[in-house]
């Protein structure tokens, strides 16, 4: 399962490094929460948790339907 979340991942990523951001697989538990680390723009950025939420995880839930959640660690 972790792999299908980092390709997952690796779909959005081309839009976060557009601005001037990335995203990092930090764990998967085995209750389907993926764990992850913003980074760069999207660290400090006051939208990150839209980002989070909107983004990243509605694209690993469409990949990976199994995972309940996206959290930032």
């Given at each position: 399962?972790k792999?299908?979340?980092?390709?997952?991942?690796?779909?959005?990523?081309?839009?976060?490094?557009?601005?001037?951001?990335?995203?990092?697989?930090?764990?998967?538990?085995?209750?389907?929460?993926?764990?992850?680390?913003?980074?760069?723009?999207?660290?400090?950025?006051?939208?990150?948790?839209?980002?989070?939420?909107?983004?990243?995880?509605?694209v690993?839930?469409?990949?990976?339907?199994?995972?309940?959640?996206?959290?930032?660690?």
């Amino acid at each position: 399962m972790k792999q299908e979340v980092q390709e997952a991942l690796d779909k959005i990523r081309p839009a976060l490094q557009r601005d001037g951001g990335d995203v990092e697989l930090v764990e998967v538990t085995e209750d389907g929460v993926v764990k992850v680390k913003l980074q760069g723009a999207c660290g400090g950025c006051p939208m990150s948790q839209m980002t989070l939420k909107m983004g990243i995880e509605k694209v690993v839930k469409q990949s990976v339907p199994q995972i309940k959640s996206v959290e930032a660690v």
